[in-house]
């Protein structure tokens, strides 16, 4: 190169392979061939999906308005949705909703439909009865639960996509889908209701007919349904084999686990790491139940956990910036100052954790903000939470009303769920919904009289209101992500700078020792083949969190055969036994 000459540009790996991505899901745009974008963790399938958004609103977004269309998008979350929406600046050629939203938009306008699917319900045949039969009454979605009255009939949560299924078989809907959304995009398919993709997979992608159907997402990340592996979608495959969130020291972990998606990183010199711990060498007494074979005691996986922690920030982990992901929520609720609600809800988690309890979603989306504004003085955001201007007109609606406050915030500290509620029903600061109101009301008629053991949505409500109130308040750092500590199957889509992945029992659902096995000797049967894709699922959606620095520490006995696999995934040297003497505890 002679003097003065300019450095060649060299070019970024993952973004060319994000490009080379992106130019096959515009040819299928183009041809008006629908296609399923495999997106792998940290490859930017959300930025992919807003390019292809844009591409449409910039080439068809005036002749979709012009004609009264629109390109249907379809999240699975309401946070997706607005991200999406945002992105795309609500352009009204493009409907950005959750599925229950999009759906139920469609369904109002076949009533008489409706009234037909609830008919043949046989499971619901006693309400139904109850409440005066089907007759021409009014189908409605609103409150989230199945109900009937004189004047109309309300669909639970779950119903929706399943109607939405079944009317997809009505060819007069699918030419009115068809005419309104020429094309429909599926954020996260993988996790999208298996009946509503099985019903768009047999009436649009096998068939050929109707709207181009663009699939986002990634198979390997399904961990909410109970089928893990990838469904037989009829359409061209497009792999994404970028990542712009980790180091290459993780990625190369990552493709050694899925070589059939391998990806590229923007910058191959960025320093990282990816370790592997075991405690093999621990001689204690092992856990020998369903859920849990060849663990250590909780205690001493606990002492493990925080003394490696206390290792690896010596070692340059800046801890406030790394997440501990755990298995259940058992694991860690007693941790965080929330076992009794983690109890309640046993088997339930997203209850809790998701906020599907009306009451857990009441006290953590409206009541804690409000006392928060208070707290700080943000009035104006305090009445915003209230729903509006309280009315105030003189000087004793304001003490009132600061004593009603002062009370509550007594309360939460110092007494019960149950408590922080009866103050709220004689104040109305804030109302108090009805969902939760109906329940209070079915517990004060049962009077003295145990609740029915079959009852359990009330025995639940009735266990929640003798919780101290701290304990939601705990809950409510975690649900915000405010916590260190995390459950693995709630941080999807997030990533972090460190991450500290636990393996081990606690959940029969998941045999981490097996997994590993399996990875090795690939020998799936019918016995284990669902356990393995389910716990792999998880495992591969855990280690791709961190943007810099993994650990994962087992505290399982791991066989030869599983220690092969993993140190073909993490390389020899990055594979260490601790040493009980290292980490000296009481138990060992």
């Keep these: 190169m002679t003097s003065g000459a300019l450095n060649p540009i060299v070019a970024n790996p993952a973004i060319t392979a994000a490009e080379a991505a992106q130019t096959k899901v515009n040819s299928c745009l183009e041809a008006g061939r629908s296609f399923r974008l495999e997106a792998g963790a940290g490859a930017g399938k959300t930025y992919s999906l807003v390019a292809a958004l844009k591409r449409l609103i910039a080439e068809k977004g005036e002749a979709l308005i012009r004609t009264g269309q629109k390109v249907a998008c379809i999240t699975y979350t309401e946070a997706g949705r607005d991200e999406i929406a945002q992105e795309i600046e609500d352009h009204p050629a493009i409907l950005v909703e959750t599925i229950h939203a999009f759906s139920w938009g469609l369904l109002r306008q076949f009533q008489k439909s409706l009234r037909d699917i609830v008919n043949m319900m046989e499971d619901r045949r006693q309400k139904i009865e109850a409440g005066g039969g089907v007759e021409s009454k009014l189908v409605d979605y609103d409150l989230g639960f199945f109900?009937?009255?004189?004047?109309?009939?309300?669909?639970?949560?779950d119903d929706i996509p399943l109607f939405m299924a079944k009317l997809l078989k009505n060819t007069k809907f699918q030419r009115l889908l068809t005419q309104q959304f020429p094309v429909?995009?599926?954020?996260?398919?993988?996790?999208?209701?298996?009946?509503?993709?099985?019903?768009?997979?047999?009436?649009?992608?096998?068939?050929?007919?109707?709207?181009?159907?663009?699939?986002?997402?990634?198979?390997?990340?399904?961990?909410?349904?109970?089928e893990y592996e990838l469904a037989d979608y009829p359409v061209e495959e497009i792999a994404k084999g970028s990542n712009f969130r980790s180091v290459a020291a993780i990625v190369n972990m990552l493709n050694n686990l899925r070589p059939e998606l391998s990806q590229v990183v923007s910058d191959s010199k960025a320093k990282g790491e990816a370790r592997f711990f075991h405690v093999n060498g621990y001689e204690c007494e092992r856990t020998d139940?369903?859920?849990?074979?060849?663990?250590?005691?909780?205690?001493?996986?606990?002492?493990?956990?925080?003394?490696?922690?206390?290792?690896?920030e010596s070692e340059g982990w800046n801890l406030a910036k790394t997440k501990v992901l755990m298995l259940t929520h058992n694991s860690l609720a007693k941790d965080l100052g929330y076992p009794s609600i983690a109890e309640i809800f046993k088997g339930r988690t997203a209850w809790f954790a998701k906020k599907e309890d009306p009451t857990i979603e009441f006290l953590i989306e409206t009541l804690e903000p409000m006392c928060?504004?208070?707290?700080?003085?943000?009035?104006?955001?305090?009445?915003?939470?209230?729903?509006?201007?309280?009315?105030?007109?003189?000087?004793?609606?304001?003490?009132?009303?600061?004593?009603?406050?002062?009370?509550?915030?007594?309360?939460?500290?110092?007494?019960?769920?149950?408590?922080?509620?009866?103050?709220?029903r004689k104040t109305h600061r804030p109302q108090v919904p009805s969902r939760i109101v109906r329940k209070e009301e079915e517990l004060a008629a049962l009077g003295d009289n145990p609740i029915p053991e079959e009852n359990k949505s009330l025995n639940r409500h009735s266990a929640l209101r003798a919780v101290d109130y701290l304990e939601l308040i705990e809950l409510r750092k975690f649900v915000e992500g405010e916590t260190m500590l995390a459950t693995q199957h709630s941080v999807k889509g997030a990533e972090f700078e460190n991450v500290l992945v636990v393996l081990g029992g606690g959940w029969n659902h998941y045999n981490w020792p097996l997994l590993f096995e399996l990875l090795e000797t690939k020998k799936l049967n019918n016995k284990n083949t669902k356990g393995y894709y389910r716990a792999r699922n998880l495992f591969y959606v855990s280690v791709s969190r961190p943007m810099v620095r993994l650990a994962v520490l087992a505290t399982q006995l791991l066989s030869d055969t599983a220690l092969a696999a993993v140190t073909r995934l993490f390389g020899p040297d990055h594979v260490e036994m601790l040493d009980p003497a290292s980490f000296p505890t009481s138990q060992s």
């Excluded at 109900?147 to 949560?157: A, E, F, Q, Y």
């Excluded at 096998?206 to 961990?223: K, N, V």
């Excluded at 139940?289 to 690896?312: C, F, P």
């Design 147 to 157: 109900g009937v009255d004189d004047k109309r009939i309300t669909l639970d949560h």
């Design 184 to 226: 429909i995009f599926i954020d996260e398919y993988q996790d999208t209701d298996r009946d509503f993709m099985q019903a768009i997979t047999d009436n649009f992608l096998s068939t050929g007919d109707g709207p181009l159907i663009g699939l986002f997402g990634d198979h390997w990340q399904t961990i909410y349904r109970s």
């Design 289 to 312: 139940e369903a859920q849990s074979k060849g663990d250590v005691s909780a205690d001493l996986a606990r002492t493990i956990r925080e003394n490696l922690m206390v290792r690896l």
């Design 372 to 424: 928060d504004a208070y707290l700080h003085s943000r009035y104006g955001e305090m009445f915003r939470l209230f729903g509006g201007q309280p009315g105030i007109v003189c000087h004793n609606d304001k003490i009132s009303w600061r004593e009603d406050m002062d009370e509550l915030l007594r309360l939460r500290n110092e007494s019960t769920i149950g408590s922080v509620i009866d103050h709220l």
